[in-house]
């Protein structure tokens, strides 16, 4: 493999950026992608980057807010990063052409980052064997147990040149700002940034979270603690009681502290999420309602099944029927 252009070296040459989308890609995660190029080249005056939208055969692409984008023909592309943006019906859309188009750019010394989807489709080219990569964290026991020869990582981003994967749309924007600023400097990243009242910026590294706490961790710290082991346990849920002592105080006060804080009390929310959970399995897992409700912390099928039609009003096979 040459890689002749290292895109992440300073440099004021245009770097040219095709977008690959596929069919039933989500809007945020195109707009992560090309808005960030877009807000670089007002804020600097100058045209930094270019792009161009391509898909396999250069026809429209539907994406799943039912936008439409019409693309040019991926073999006319010829650039410097291949950004593939990806969503649903995965296996259906990682067709033999496509994956030896993949391979074959790569081969040719073009730097390939999977946002969202893109990720499996770059694993299941065998493009990432060996490498370390992310995926939205929903999809990673999936991802794991699909591709093992894959160093899956829990971060919001992970570069291992010439690739990049990111966990979504908003790591993507972070990714996209990473590049800016190691090509362009700090400032001007930070500039582009603040035109989407984007903060906090998050490292690569940063881990991806089920439970939005960038809120709360600043009024409520111990709050946002407590909510991470949550999100860590929700396999094995420990009592709002064992919560308490583990971080150093009195039910009560954890009681009053997290009403404070999420507007809910503590046991009342872990139900939630991890009945949220149960809901996104049965939707996108094959997984079994004993498998579910062993990942989600449930004695049994039963008691899964009873807590999630009070809270859904349905099975989780009717879910299923309408899914």
């Keep these: 493999m040459k890689y002749a252009n290292n895109i992440w070296q300073a440099g004021s040459k245009p770097l040219h950026v095709g977008l690959l989308l596929l069919d039933e890609s989500n809007t945020l995660s195109l707009a992560a992608a090309v808005d960030p190029m877009r807000a670089c080249n007002r804020r600097a005056d100058r045209r930094l980057f270019s792009w161009q939208f391509l898909s396999q055969a250069g026809q429209p692409v539907h994406l799943t807010s039912g936008m439409t984008v019409q693309t040019e023909e991926l073999r006319g592309f010829a650039g410097d990063l291949l950004i593939l943006v990806a969503g649903f019906r995965l296996e259906a859309q990682c067709t033999p052409p496509l994956i030896a188009a993949l391979r074959r750019y790569v081969a040719d010394g073009c730097q390939l980052w999977g946002v ?32 093992p020869s894959v160093n899956l990582v829990p971060d919001r981003y992970a570069i291992s040149a ?6 979504g749309a908003s790591p993507c924007i ?35 979270q089920m439970i939005a706490t960038t809120r709360i961790s600043s009024k409520h710290p111990r709050i946002a603690r407590v909510l991470k082991q949550m999100e860590n346990l929700i396999d094995s849920p420990p009592t709002i009681a064992a919560l308490a002592r583990a971080n150093g105080i009195s039910t009560r006060k954890l009681e009053l502290e997290f009403k404070a804080a999420t507007g809910r009390a503590p046991g009342r929310y872990f139900l939630e ?51």
Aim: charged share 20%; glycine share 8%; proline share 2%.
């Design 174 to 208: 972070d990714l996209m700002l990473h590049l800016i600023t190691c090509r362009h400097g700090r400032a001007l990243s930070e500039r582009v940034a603040s035109a989407f009242i984007y903060d906090p910026l998050h490292t690569g590294d940063a881990p991806q």
């Design 273 to 323: 999420l991890r009945l949220s959970e149960a809901r996104r399995r049965a939707i996108d897992s094959a997984q079994n309602v004993q498998e579910i409700a062993l990942a989600c912390g449930f004695t049994s099928q039963a008691s899964l099944a009873r807590a999630f039609r009070q809270a859904f009003g349905q099975s989780i096979s009717a879910l299923r029927r309408h899914h």
């Design 116 to 147: 969202d989807g893109g990720s499996w489709i770059m694993a299941q080219a065998g493009l990432l064997d060996g490498h370390r990569a992310t995926c939205h964290w929903e999809d990673a026991e999936a991802f794991s147990r699909r591709f």
């Design 162 to 167: 010439p690739f990049a994967t990111t966990g």
